[in-house]
């Protein structure tokens, strides 16, 4: 019955890894499109001098929208950061509990093992005893 507990422990850990993967993309991801937010940035900011005052307007509106657009991956980056690193605890936290659940059945079957050894060398013994008593009695 533990094995089947375990096996069924062992599962959702498995279920729970693959979801930290997919967090690992999402914040790889997210990290990426900040990158990309950066750099459209940088190339606006590069833009040979523009004498004409409408231009000059549209730049620095781009430049705000770039700004509010980074700060808002940002804070998504931050949020995908603090999600891995929550599931990451709770995958060691499960990885943790699995492990115990392993050595106590490891402790219990070798218990058992040993229980059994113990009632046949008893019996062996026992067996010797009568067979010892016998042969003391035939003589």
Do not use: W
């Not at 997210?30 to 990158?35: D, I, L, N, V």
């Not at 000059?56 to 998504?76: H, I, R, T």
């Amino acid at each position: 019955m533990l094995q089947k507990f375990l096996s069924t422990k062992e599962a959702q850990l498995q279920r729970m890894l693959q979801h930290k993967v997919q967090l690992e993309s999402t914040l790889e991801l997210e990290s990426s499109r900040a990158e990309q937010l950066l750099h459209y940035k940088q190339l606006l900011q590069t833009v040979s001098p523009m004498t004409n005052s409408m231009a000059l307007n549209n730049q620095a509106n781009m430049l705000f929208v770039l700004n509010e657009m980074q700060q808002k991956q940002n804070e998504k980056i931050e949020q995908a950061t603090t999600d891995l690193t929550r599931h990451q605890s709770a995958c060691l936290t499960q990885a943790r509990f699995n492990l115990g659940v392993e050595k106590l059945v490891d402790r219990r079957k070798k218990e058992a093992e040993r229980k059994v050894l113990h009632s046949e060398a008893k019996i062996a013994d026992e067996n010797a005893t009568q067979m010892y008593n016998r042969f003391k009695h035939t003589l």
